[in-house]
C-alpha cells in the first residue's frame, strides 16, 4: 500500500532553515507529482510547492514561498523534499507529504502522509 511519512519538522528560530523528507513507498514514484501542503492553527489548508513526475520536473510554490523553499525529488531514495529558508512566524504549521493521480501538478490530489509540525519561534 501506499505510503508516506514526513520527517524533519521542529522548532527553528525566525530566519533559520529546515529540510523536511517525505519518504515514500508502495507505488511508482518516479510517475507521479508530489506537493507539500500546509496547514497552519485556523487557517485552511494552502498548497505550498508541488514538483512534476520524473520526467516532467516542472516546479510550482505558493507565493509566501518563492524565493525562500524549494522542492526536489530523489528516485533513488523516492523521496521529496522541502527545503524551507528564511523562515517566518507565518510559516508555522503541519506540513503534509501529498501524492497526486498523475505525473501532472494539476492533477487531483490522492494519497496524503501523516504531517510533520514546523514551529517558527524564538
Known amino acids: 500500500q501506499v505510503q508516506l511519512v514526513e520527517s524533519g519538522g521542529g522548532l527553528v528560530q525566525p530566519g533559520g532553515s529546515l529540510r523536511l523528507s517525505c519518504a515514500t513507498s508502495g507505488f511508482r514514484f518516479d510517475w507521479y507529482a508530489m506537493s507539500w501542503f500546509r496547514q497552519a492553527p485556523g487557517k485552511e489548508r494552502e498548497r505550498v510547492s508541488c514538483i512534476g513526475s520524473l520526467g516532467d520536473g516542472t516546479t510550482d510554490y505558493a507565493d509566501s514561498v518563492k524565493g525562500r523553499f524549494t522542492i526536489s525529488r530523489d528516485g533513488v531514495k523516492s523521496t521529496v523534499y522541502l527545503e524551507m529558508n528564511k523562515l517566518k512566524a507565518e510559516d508555522t504549521a503541519v506540513y503534509y507529504c501529498?501524492?497526486?493521480?498523475?505525473?501532472?501538478?494539476?492533477?487531483?490530489?490522492?494519497?496524503w502522509g501523516q504531517g510533520t509540525r514546523v514551529t517558527v519561534s524564538s
Open positions: 501529498v501524492t497526486h493521480v498523475g505525473s501532472s501538478c494539476y492533477g487531483n490530489n490522492d494519497y
